[in-house]
Each structure stands twice: as C-alpha cells, then as structure tokens.
C-alpha cells in the first residue's frame, strides 16, 4: 500500500506542475469589472451619493440551495466601486413581504438564520483562501475565513470594516465598506483580478441561497467556483499600522472548599499593546507585550464524564486568530491554547505570488501541553517558563498541487519538543482530492515529570500484582517515564472523490508510540488506523425534504505492535428540508477494548477485555417559527464503564433551544442529561446546563448573562476500585456588559463567580467571585 501511495504522490507532483488546468476563479463563472471613483461616501445605509450612479451592477440571478441553479425567488442587486482605498458594495434586497424579514440584533458573528447578504473574495484567486463577509438587514456583521486545504470555514477571525442596514417598504438594503487594509494582495499590478461571489440568504420554510452565478454540484472544490472581479486600478493598502493599548483590571476572592473558609483577595491591573503593521499589501506583522489574553466569554459547558481523552477548547484570543489559516495543515499539529499567558508574542505571515510564509513566536509562563496515548490522554503542566515557535511555508505551483512544511519547538529549561511536517494536496480533476502529510518530533521530558500522573509520591511500578484499582500507574505514567530524547514519526494519506450524487473516501494514518505534537492537538498515538467510507445523495423535486444522503464508513485501529483496539462500521442517514429542518441519525456497531487489566504495562493482547457495542444516535435542528430554533441531539446503546472495566449502557439526551424574545433578546439554552448503567444499577446520572440570555441594546452594545451548571449523582457501592463523591455540583455565573466599537475597540465591565458542592459541602458553597474591567482602543494609522 505505501509503494502504491508513493507512487501516486510522484505521478501527481509531475501533473500538477506541468498542468495547464486552472480550478481558480474563472470569468466563465461570473465576471464583474470594478470602476476606480477617487471619492468616498457615508455608510448610513441609503445610496444618495451620486458615485453610486457610476458604480457597477450586478444581478443575484441563481438559487443555488436547495434549488439547483434555478431561478431565485426574489430580485437582489448589488452595487460596487472602488477607492483607492476601499471596496464599496450596496445591496437592494427585495421581497414581496417584507413583514416576513428575520432579522435581529445581534452581537457580531450571531446573525446566521437572519436574511443576510454578503460578499466571498479569494484576493489572489488562487482557490486557496477566501474573506467572507455578511451583513443582515440591520446591518450586524458576520466575517469568517474558509480554507480550502482545511475545508473548514472559521469565523474567529474578525476584520475592522463598516455596514449599515435597513429597511425599506420593498424588502431591505445594506452599504458596505471594505478597507483594502484587510485584504492581503499583490499590489504590483496595475489592475487586480480576484476572485468574487455574492450571496444572499434568504429563509423562509427553507433557507434559499442565491448567488450571482451558478454552482456546480458535481465539482468538490467550491472556492474553484468563484467568479471574478477586475479593477482596483491603482490599489493599496496604504500604511496599514494598527496600534492597540489595553487596560486591564480584576479584583478576585478565592477560599477552600469550607464554608468558613477565609477568603483570599488578589488585585491586579495591567496595560499592554497590541501591534498590527502591514509591512507590504501581502506581509503583515502582528506583535504583542504584556497581553490581556483573559477570556470574556465563558467556554460552552461540557462534561468529562466517563471520558479517558482530553477535552478540545477552541481558541478564541485575537492575536493568534490573525491569519491563523496560514498555518493550518490537514493534522492539527498548531493549536494556540498550549500558549496559555505569554508576556510577548510575535508574528509574521506573507504571501507572495506562490509563495506562502508564517512565523509565530511567544513565551508562557508554563509548558502546558497533551500527554497521548492510544486509550487515553491527558493534561500536562510543567512549572517553567516555555518558548514557543511555529513557522509554516506553503508552495502552490499550479492551482491543484500544494506543498507545505510545518515546524513547531516547545521548549523549556528540562524540556522539549521540536517538530517538523511536511504535506501535500493534489486535485488531479474536479471530483479527485489526494492529501498526504508526515510529521516527526524528538521530544525530551524531565527526568520526575511522570510523577505529576500517578497520584501518590512513590510511583514505583515493578511489582506483578498491579490492578486497575490498587495501582498508582496509568498509560500517561507510561508514556512519559522516559530516559533522555525520544523520537517518532506520523503519517497520514487521504483520497477522496465527490461528485454531485456520490461519493467515496479513504484515509489511512499510523502515528509512533513516542510521537509528540505540543504545539498541536494530537491526542492519540501509537496506533494505525484505515477508514473507507462513501455515501448517496439524492435531491427530490417537490418535496419537503430538499436533500436526503445514505452513507457509512468502516475502519479498523491497531497499536503499533499490531494488536486490534477498535473496529467500527456506521451507516447514517440525513435529510434536509421544509422548517430549516435537518435530520440525521445512524446506528454504530463496533468491538473495541476497555482499560487495561494491569495498568504498569503497556500490552493490549492479553491485557484488555475486547467489549461488543452497538449504539444509535440522532441529531436534528428545525426553526418551526422564525423566532424560536430548536435542537436534539442524543444517542442510546452500549457502552464501556471505564472506571471499572465492564459493559454498560448509556443514555444521553442534549436538547436546546435558541429563542429569539424579541428583535434584541435572546435565549440560548442546553441541557445535557447522561445515563450509565451496569448490571446491578445505575452508575450515575450527570445534567450539564448551559443558560445564556443576551440583550442587545444596540448595534455596538449587550448585556450578558450566562450560567452552566453540573450535577453528578454516582452511586459509590457500583465502584469496584474506587470511592467517588455520591454527590458532585458546580455552577458558574457570569454577568457582561459590553461596548464593541469594533472587534479591537472594545470596553467590557462584569462580574463571575464560581460554587461547588460535594458530599462534605452540603449546598452549593461560593469559592470564586471575580469582579473585572477591560478596554481597549485601535489607532488605525
């Protein structure tokens, strides 16, 4: 098999770079040219100037969901010119009733399943990234980036630009502004060709995508399927110089789990700036000293319940957000929130012709990072100073062959983890998608660092009779009682072809038992693994349901010496349609091994119970009115009681509901309701609630209320080995006023705190209030 992907890879190195094809943006699609008016206009929502007499015209002629390039429903223009230093786009949205409009006023990046219009742009047409931007009828921004090497859309990343919206008798209409300080192009030519498409969404029983042109459902790539956009003559990005000072100050209490414990009070206030220089339109500098890298909105809830792998929280600080795309690769080897509180940070991203560049560099106060395994993983902390570097290049010879490096280093006095990858993505035609990517790391821990994981000062493991209950050993004690440097490698190749009523996929990844990615989040390792999956799509006429797709996939898992951990066959079913409706919902048979019976060795064969499971799951979302989103998502069936090694069954119930009170109220909540039984009982019951209510006062301006309880109830006679709580609470609350000039001019004032209950606590007794004010200011130079 790896001759054969060997062989593969070098055959589509050679036919990408002497392919002519182009999969870009392509005026064949859509082409609209730009007129450059050396004048500016007011964002106020109305198009009086008489520029807009000269800007260019276009038509939103195209449904392209769930209708399949169809006529759309209703009329949409847009309008657009540019400066010399700016984009501007108009959009007269029409609609027969426009008492029937959802709109709302929402805090930025909350308006999805309002009627929207917005604006995709690939600045070097090369099918590799694109802005996005969209505005509802209010004029409340949306913006997010989607990489077509990823194939993820991510809306962390938020741009400095102006919109303003409102209504009229005939439907509604939005202005737009787009600094060319955003964009990174080449500004070497004198006229630009980038890649365009606009959009309106517009919802009704079903959300009805429109478009300038058509959409291709038989060609997998949709950034291949842009039109293009001539013009700009002239453009740049001026100085582009960014410069944000903050002030931040919190005064908190903390106490022991007592409710007659003395409270402890810590103060603290800090200023730091932010840095932000476009050096040239396609090189951009980002620094940062003394950073508020402090979180204002609370994490969603989640349960780490009868879970053996560390929990993933995404990462939400603005410095990192910044061009982060331009480090992503198809393996998540780079996650910023291993850098928890740098005192500086540092990073260059650039771009040129085919060409793309990214350094980051910052401290922390500590190594925090993952300790892997193949049936489990942790967090890790070491007490010193680290620094962290990422670098990336990219080379795109020919628009349908990529080939990329990475290298990370994670380094501290009496520890290190250096590694380097480098990957591949090949589109030999529309339908065919090859990716490939190698990584190795050398890694080196401190000689006691395996101490932290055995819970008990003596972790000496050589005695025969160890037992999952009675021994101080785990796999992550294993895995870093290490002697000196350890080294490893991973490896992972994918091909997937997509055509507009099928598909079939298969991927095959081996990563070393002594790999380590701390800069990333790989959570696993010393496995293989071989998944080959595909599905049917059909796309009814007349129908409540728009979209209905069959499919499943099969794979198989070992460890490194070949012993079987997982074999999984799913098959899954999922239909979209009338009340924005979507469904999906699968059944899961699989075999897969539970803990090991004797923890102080690393076997599988021998060492494991292999554990039969057949599960089944459903998802569903639908807006039954346009106020009012509700959601389910649960599954039932077997399971693993991996504290005590045996078979279980599990039920778990996760309904929601995003009501919208008025234009500016919001309710959002979640309830997580988790069941697992044995056969003499019921293990436990554990409820998760996640209650945010928002009220958005203007379009700068919200009040937050947010709170996430938890509850575990565990009956402590079922535990074989252990002696748990019967009764565990925590709750946590948090109350945010906010002022977004914008998304970097910014004044938040709250308040949070914390309680916790467990059999010694009979009530939930407070630990941590926090009382905390932060604001910031963007100088546009």
Same mark, same amino acid.
């Given at each position: ?12 190195? +050679? ?25 500016? $206009? ?28 169809? !006529? ?7 309008? +657009? ?35 929207? $219009? ?20 209010? *004029? ?8 077509? =090497? ?23 209409? /939005? ?31 079903? %959300? ?10 038989? $060609? ?42 003395? &409270? ?10 932010? #840095?932000? &220089? ?17 979180? /204002? ?121 250096? =590694? ?15 990716? !490939?990517?190698? !990584? ?71 990563? *070393? ?51 079987? =951990? ?12 009338? #009340? ?78 995003? &009501? ?47 709170? /996430?309880? %938890? ?45 916790? !209950? ?24």
């Amino acid at each position: 098999m790896i001759n054969f992907f060997r062989a593969v890879f070098i055959t589509s190195i +050679v036919s990408a770079v002497v392919s002519q094809n182009c999969f870009a943006g392509s005026s064949q699609q859509f082409h609209l040219d730009i007129p450059t008016i050396n004048q500016e $206009v007011e964002i106020d929502g109305d198009f009086n100037e008489p520029v807009w007499q000269q800007a260019a015209q276009v038509m939103l002629k195209y449904e392209t969901s769930p209708g399949e390039n169809i !006529a759309a429903p209703v009329n949409t223009y847009a309008k +657009v010119f540019a400066s010399k230093s700016s984009l501007y786009f108009a959009f007269i949205a029409h609609d027969p009733s426009p008492e029937n409009i959802r709109v709302n006023l929402r805090d930025r990046d909350k308006s999805w399943g309002d009627d929207m $219009v917005g604006i995709k742009l690939d600045t070097f047409n090369n099918a590799r990234l694109a802005y996005q931007f969209f505005i509802n009828a209010y *004029g409340v921004q949306s913006d997010s980036i989607e990489n077509e =090497l990823t194939g993820q859309e991510s809306d962390a990343w938020d741009g400095i630009w102006y919109s303003k919206g409102k209504l009229t008798e005939q439907g509604y209409q /939005v202005e737009i502004q787009l600094p060319l300080r955003l964009f990174n192009f080449d500004d070497s030519h004198p006229l630009q060709t980038w890649g365009l498409e606009l959009i309106r969404f517009y919802p009704r029983n079903e %959300t009805h995508r429109l478009s300038t042109h058509q959409i291709d459902r038989n $060609v997998a790539c949709q950034l291949c399927q842009l039109g293009t956009v001539s013009g700009l003559a002239g453009a740049t990005q001026g100085k582009d110089l960014q410069i944000t000072p903050s002030f931040v100050a919190d005064q908190s209490e903390q106490r022991e789990l007592a409710q007659t414990g003395p &409270w402890q009070d810590n103060t603290n206030v800090e200023a730091g700036v932010d #840095l932000r &220089w476009g050096i040239t339109p396609t090189t951009l500098l980002n620094a940062t000293i003394n950073p508020d890298f402090s979180q /204002v909105e609370a994490d969603a809830g989640q349960l780490d319940v009868n879970n053996t792998f560390a929990l993933f929280f995404p990462e939400k600080r603005a410095f990192f957000l910044d061009n982060k795309d331009y480090f992503d690769t198809q393996l998540d080897l780079l996650h910023t929130r291993n850098i928890g509180s740098p005192d500086y940070g540092v990073k260059l991203t650039s771009k040129t012709d085919d060409h793309t560049f990214a350094m980051l560099a910052a401290n922390d106060i500590q190594s925090q990072f993952l300790v892997p395994g193949n049936l489990s993983s942790d967090i890790a902390v070491i007490n010193e100073q680290s620094h962290n570097v990422a670098t990336r290049y990219r080379f795109d010879p020919s628009k349908q062959f990529s080939v990329g490096g990475l290298v990370t280093l994670k380094q501290a006095d009496d520890y290190h983890n250096y =590694l380097a990858s480098v990957d591949v993505k090949y589109q030999p035609t529309k339908q065919d998608t090859f990716t !490939a990517q190698y !990584a190795h790391s050398q890694t080196q821990y401190p000689d006691d660092f395996f101490n932290q994981f055995c819970g008990r000062d003596d972790c000496n493991y050589t005695f025969d009779d160890c037992e999952i209950g009675d021994c101080a050993i785990n796999e992550r004690v294993l895995r870093t009682d290490k002697d000196g440097e350890f080294d490893d490698a991973m490896y992972n190749i994918a091909y997937q072809h997509e055509r507009r009523n099928w598909y079939v996929s298969t991927n095959y990844e081996s990563i *070393g038992s002594d790999f380590r990615a701390d800069l990333g989040f790989i959570d696993k390792v010393d496995l293989t693994k071989y998944v080959f999956g595909g599905g049917y799509i059909w796309y009814p006429d007349n129908h409540f349901f728009s979209r209905i797709e069959l499919g499943g996939d099969w794979d198989i898992t070992h460890s490194q010496n070949d012993e079987r =951990l997982e074999q999984e066959t799913e098959m899954f079913i999922e239909f979209e349609g009338g #009340l924005q409706s979507y469904i999906a919902t699968g059944m899961i048979q699989r075999e897969r091994v539970g803990r090991r019976h004797n923890p102080s060795i690393i076997d599988i064969d021998g060492n494991t119970t292999l554990f039969e499971e057949t599960l089944g799951w459903l998802y569903t979302n639908f807006t039954p009115v346009g106020s009012l989103k509700l959601e389910l998502d649960m599954y039932l069936g077997d399971d693993i009681d991996f504290a005590n090694n045996r078979p279980a069954t599990v039920h778990m119930y996760n309904p929601g509901i995003e &009501w919208k009170i008025t234009e500016s109220l919001v309710l959002d909540f979640s309830h997580r309701y988790q069941t697992l039984d044995v056969d003499d009982g019921r293990l436990f019951t554990a409820n998760l609630s996640d209650v945010r209510l928002n009220w958005q006062l203007t379009l700068n301006s919200f009040i937050r209320l947010s709170s /996430v309880y %938890t509850r575990i109830e565990r009956d402590p006679n079922l535990y074989l080995y252990q002696n748990p709580d019967k009764r565990y609470q925590d709750l946590g609350n948090e109350l945010l006023y906010g002022y977004k000039l914008n998304p970097q001019s910014v004044f938040y004032v709250g308040y949070s705190d914390a309680f916790v !209950a467990n059999d010694d606590i009979d009530s939930l007794t407070q630990q941590e209030k926090t009382y905390f004010m932060k604001m910031s200011y963007a100088w546009l130079l």
